[in-house]
Structure formats: structure tokens, C-alpha cells
């Protein structure tokens, strides 16, 4: 009897078991199917719109640098070291560097100088700084002009005039900033005159101008084995100049 009665009971328990777990598969399968029919659009309903992600608008002003191996970087140790950058992190800027090696108001440039077959000078590329709708644009170099300023300053300085007059008429709310050339050695007189025609062409389009030669804001301790070129302390002394020439 009692074996009997342990044997029914295990089986009878083993069925229970059975039982309930397919009742819960049931269940389950029920559950699911009504959380899938609960999701489609009834009929005649219209789908319901795939969900939209709108990327966030950087709010800074646009900063267009246009500009030589300086503007570029040529020197700083790291892109943050950069004069450019240094600048616009202070003013809370985002950049768009259009610095070519080699190139200026009037000088162009090839493989040696930018590394690409040919890079305009200033006024060639004015098109590419306006397609970029700064809200400042930032003109900085012409030490690469000083031979040829000592060859035909009067070509040097029309190219300088129509850089920032075309700058000014095809973008007439920016904020224009003229840094001035820099130089490595002895600020010469053709130095001195190509500055002076560069802040006079600023001025003439209400724009600001820095000097970077009055005093010279180069030591010769930072000038690198190129002897055109600086290293993060001389980046780092452009940008102070530029800076308070700025406030």
C-alpha cells in the first residue's frame, strides 16, 4: 500500500509539474503575441514616424584663418599648441584653418612650400574663407611677400588692399582681424613697410589690426633649425600678442 500510494503520488507530481510549466509556456506565447499585436498601427491606421535624432548646432562663431605655415601650425608640437588654436580657445572660436606653407598676399606656393602641386596666394582664396560663413575671419602672415615686396612693393600692396577690400565686400557683418607679418631676424625696413601696408588696408575695411613686430614678438631662442619657422613658445607668443591686441 504505501509503496503504491509513493509511487502514484510521484507520478501524479511529475504530471502537476508538466502541467504548469506548459500552462506558462501557453502563457508566455499568449503574452508575446499580444505585445507584437499591440505594436502595429491598427487597420486604416497611419505607421507610426521612424524616430528622428537632430545633431546639436555648435553655438561658437565661426573663426576663418587664412594665412601661411604659420597659420597652418608649422612648428607647434601638437595642434593644440598652435597659435590659431590657442586664440580661438581662448575666445571660445571654432576654427576653420586655411593656412598654406609658403604662400601670402602675393606669394603661391608648390610642393615645397604647402606640399600640394599648387596653393594660391591670399586673394585666390578668399572664395574658399567666404564658402565657410565665418563670423570672423582672421588674416595673419606675409613674411613669405618680403622678397617680392623687394621686387615690386607696389604689386605686393595691391594684392594686400585687395585681399581685405574683397573681404569686406563679400562678407560685410564679419569681425575682420589682421595679424601682421612676422619675421625671425632684424625687423628691416621692407619689414616695416609691408606692415604698414597691411595695417593700412585693415583700417581701411574698419578691421583690427596686431602688430607682431612692434615690438618684435619673436626670440631668437625659439626659432627652429629651419630659421623661418618656431616651436611651441613662439606659437605660444603669437597667440599672447594676438590676444591683447584683441581686448
Not at 8 to 30: D, Q
Not at 193 to 215: E, F, K, R
Amino acid at each position: 500500500m504505501g509503496n503504491g500510494f509513493v509511487g502514484w503520488f510521484s507520478r501524479s507530481y511529475k504530471g502537476i509539474i508538466i502541467a504548469l510549466v506548459a500552462v506558462m509556456a501557453v502563457t508566455l506565447v499568449f503574452l508575446a503575441v499580444q505585445q507584437v499585436n499591440a505594436s502595429k498601427p491598427a487597420a486604416g491606421a497611419e505607421p507610426l514616424p521612424a524616430p528622428t535624432y537632430t545633431r546639436m548646432k555648435d553655438p561658437r562663431p565661426v573663426a576663418a584663418f587664412l594665412g601661411d605655415s604659420y597659420t597652418a601650425g608649422k612648428g607647434a608640437s601638437a595642434p593644440a599648441d598652435r597659435w590659431v588654436n590657442i586664440v580661438a580657445d581662448v575666445e571660445d572660436w571654432q576654427v576653420r584653418n586655411d593656412g598654406a606653407g609658403g604662400t601670402g598676399y602675393a606669394a603661391t606656393a608648390s610642393l615645397v612650400g604647402c606640399g600640394k602641386q599648387f596653393c594660391d596666394n591670399y586673394v585666390g582664396r578668399i572664395g574658399d574663407v567666404v564658402k565657410q560663413k565665418p563670423d570672423i575671419v582672421v588674416v595673419a602672415g606675409g613674411q613669405n611677400d618680403f622678397g617680392l615686396y623687394l621686387q615690386d612693393r607696389s604689386a605686393v600692396e595691391a594684392n594686400i588692399t585687395k585681399t581685405f577690400d574683397q573681404l569686406r565686400e563679400q562678407l560685410p557683418n564679419a569681425r575682420i582681424i589682421a595679424v601682421g607679418p612676422s619675421t625671425t631676424t632684424a625687423v628691416a625696413s621692407h619689414v616695416l613697410g609691408l606692415d604698414a601696408a597691411v595695417q593700412a588696408a585693415a583700417a581701411s575695411v574698419d578691421a583690427t589690426y596686431v602688430s607682431l613686430i612692434d615690438p618684435n614678438v619673436i626670440d631668437p631662442a625659439w626659432v627652429l633649425p629651419d630659421g623661418g619657422h618656431v616651436n611651441d613658445e613662439g606659437h605660444a607668443a603669437i597667440a599672447k600678442r594676438v590676444e591683447e591686441g584683441l581686448k
